[in-house]
């Protein structure tokens, strides 16, 4: 019987019910064949018994020898056939198997680029690339080999069933006895060993996470001298793993052992019982060599259900993680409407729009801001006052709470999120590169951008002359996170990806913050050309880098409480004022 991840699975993949068919067949097929080797020899020692009086003269094959000869041919039809589908439901179920993991790990991944970003933000990275990975293998796993395991099983009790009470029905019904325990224990089993995988698999989500935020955080580590820290934190959450997979073993391993005692039981009836029929002239010397045979070929194979059950727990509570992944609401519904780049005009309006994170705090507090196609606005203010939040929003990384965000007239809800983001160019101030190459970082997203536009935009970001100083150039590998590049660097390579975009909307959060001041002056030189006639949103610290801005908003606590230019807010001597002193040096 499935059980609920089970079913979920099985609804899920509709499409592939024709090949587990397909499979399952094979499976079952190739069990009969490998059933009857011992009936095989059964008829031998019939043969060799009763000679002209055996079970195949009944058939008009009289002669010992030509017996022996169909017998052979029998036989080698018979391992012939079980070789053909043996090599069919290994395929088979391979195949599935990996077709499997393939489409539901990329499905998962899919669904997660759709989430909502809070949903990242309280969830730990090793623990979905555990679901993403791990989880999703240990399907493939049970795909690979347990489902086989489990139709053969019960074949076996069915066919060998099935002989026995034709055979015997007396002999069935003894060998028989020990199955409806086997059976009971293993549905106990089942149930007492689920939650313990359910917590192996959370144990080894948290272990995994520790491992990718200790990895990446390394520097930070070292710099702290938090080693030792660190290693007695993997050390618990380690040992944790470990305990939880002690547990789940301790009782898988115990199963086996019973089971098998059991299984002796029915061995026993079978010898004994038939033994005796045959002293009493009631049963075959051959029926009692094919039984004696079969019981084995029954009972031994269900002393592996242990394993099965073990395999199939550790599956569902892998698919159950994964299903509640995939399960996870979408909280941002995409839009149908699309904005095609060539008649993008660039009008943005933040009407009345308010905002809170789930923390519940209110970030944003009835914003309006009128921005014409082509003007440069600019937000400051104090960290935490909401700046970088209205470029989320535009962005559509959040919904507001309350009011609505216009591009050209039309509300962002009712856009194409794709739609949306393709004409935006945005620098964000957390700077991210891909493990790869100079070149594949700037072009990615503009994947078909020529040699000489990607020449283009690193001159325009003052990237260019570090990235030709380097032993690769272009084709320098930038480490994971781009780790072996400096900040300023890093930050350089963002904003070529942007330029080389060509959006006609760019959105810049802090997109000096870790350059140096020569940089930093040759960046807004090439800021100052490349926002011309081009819709512009910047968020700074650093005012000089938006003091050429039409607009200057200032944000305090989550609402706006100046604008204007820079010299009409200097004039104002209000908080821009108060920013503009501390960052100069100027008293007055």
Not at 21 to 27: Q, V
Not at 240 to 259: M, Q
Not at 279 to 294: A, K, Q
Request: with cysteine.
């Amino acid at each position: 019987m499935l059980s609920s991840p089970g079913k979920k699975l099985w609804t899920h993949f509709r499409a592939k019910h024709r090949q587990v068919f397909e499979a399952s067949l094979y499976s079952i097929l190739n069990k009969i064949f490998d059933i009857a080797p011992p009936m095989l020899i059964g008829l031998a020692v019939d043969i060799v018994v009763k000679a002209e009086e055996s079970f195949i003269a009944s058939f008009g094959v009289t002669n010992k020898i030509h017996q022996l000869y169909w017998l052979a041919f029998l036989t080698f039809l018979v391992w012939a056939l079980e070789s053909v589908f043996e090599f069919l439901f290994k395929v088979r179920w391979r195949h599935l198997a990996q077709e499997v993991q393939h489409e539901l790990r990329l499905e998962t991944y899919d669904h997660l680029q759709k989430l909502h970003i809070s949903f990242f933000e309280n969830q730990n990275t090793g623990n979905l690339t555990t679901v993403l990975n791990d989880d999703i293998n240990q399907l493939e796993r049970f795909l690979d080999v347990g489902a086989n395991d489990i139709l053969q099983v019960l074949t076996t009790v069915i066919t060998i069933g099935s002989i026995f009470f034709f055979i015997s029905p007396l002999i069935a019904t003894f060998s028989f006895l020990p199955v409806p325990f086997i059976l009971i224990g293993s549905f106990y089993f089942q149930k007492k060993i689920a939650p313990r995988y359910t917590s192996v698999r959370d144990e080894a989500g948290l272990l995994a996470s520790i491992i990718t935020n200790n990895l990446t955080g390394m520097m930070t580590i070292k710099s702290y001298v938090a080693q030792a820290f660190e290693k007695e934190r993997l050390r618990k959450q380690s040992l944790g793993y470990s305990s939880s997979n002690k547990s789940a073993i301790l009782l898988s391993s115990s199963f086996s052992p019973l089971i098998r005692m059991v299984i002796l039981c029915g061995f026993l009836f079978t010898i004994v019982l038939g033994g005796m029929q045959v002293f009493d002239g009631v049963l075959e010397i051959g029926l009692y060599s094919t039984l004696v045979f079969l019981v084995q070929r029954l009972l031994w194979p269900l002393t592996r259900l242990g394993e099965i059950f073990d395999l199939y727990q550790r599956a569902m509570a892998s698919t159950k993680r994964v299903m509640d992944l995939l399960n996870t609401p979408i909280k941002i519904d995409d839009g149908e409407d699309k904005i095609q780049y060539e008649n993008f005009k660039g009008d943005i309006n933040f009407k009345n729009i308010s905002f809170k994170y789930d923390t519940g705090v209110e970030v944003l507090k009835k914003i309006n801001i009128d921005i014409k196609a082509g003007q440069t606005i600019a937000l400051v203010g104090a960290t935490g006052s909401g700046k970088s939040t209205v470029l989320k929003l535009l962005m559509r990384f959040y919904d507001v709470v309350s009011g609505e965000i216009l591009v050209d007239g039309k509300n962002i809800k009712t856009l194409s999120q794709n739609s949306l983001r393709s004409l935006v160019g945005f620098v964000s101030q957390e700077t991210y590169l891909f493990h790869g190459s100079i070149k594949e970082n700037i072009l990615y997203g503009s994947f078909d951008k020529s040699e000489e536009e990607l020449l283009s935009a690193s001159k325009m970001a003052e990237a260019h002359e570090f990235i030709e100083k380097l032993p690769n150039g272009y084709d320098t590998i930038v480490g994971e996170r781009g780790q072996k590049l400096s900040g300023g660097q890093r930050q350089r390579l963002c904003i070529a990806r942007a330029l080389i975009k060509n959006p006609p909307l760019f959105l810049f959060d802090e997109a000096t913050s870790a350059v140096d001041n020569e940089t930093e002056a040759a960046i807004q030189r090439s800021l100052e050309r490349i926002t011309k006639d081009r819709t512009t949103i910047m968020v700074a610290h650093r005012l000089s880098t938006i003091k050429h801005a039409d607009r200057i908003f200032v944000l305090d606590h989550g609402e706006i409480v100046e604008s204007g230019n820079h010299d009409e807010l200097i004039n104002q001597n209000g908080l821009y004022r108060a920013l503009w002193n501390v960052q100069t040096g100027s008293k007055n």
